[in-house]
């Protein structure tokens, strides 16, 4: 898959999320989805926190750290993945 090809399901698959509703998906599924959104689009995350961190903040922080392992690429293909997963229900 070239990279355009790969950037190209990505906005997609973001396109779609983006017309789900908060309601519809669980919480992990919700987390995993912000995860590889930002693994993909910003890459390992900054653990910089500020005094208004709060617990909400550490679920998702975590979340990203599980998979900062992953490529950019890599988190782009999952989301994609996890979001056909999610649309074909």
Not at 1 to 29: G, N, R, W
Not at 61 to 68: F, G
Request: glycine share 2%; charged share 20%; hydrophobic share 40%.
């Amino acid at each position: 898959m070239t990279q355009k090809d790969l950037d190209t399901q990505f906005l997609e698959a973001v396109e779609i999320a983006s017309k789900m509703t908060q309601a519809s998906l669980p919480q992990d599924v919700q987390l995993r989805l912000y995860a590889s959104y930002k693994q993909a689009t910003l890459g390992t995350v900054d653990l910089k926190q500020n005094s208004s961190y709060h617990l909400r903040d550490a679920f998702k922080t975590n979340a990203w750290m599980q998979i900062s392992h992953l490529s950019i690429d890599e988190a782009k293909q999952q989301y994609i993945e996890m979001i056909h997963s999610l649309f074909k229900k």
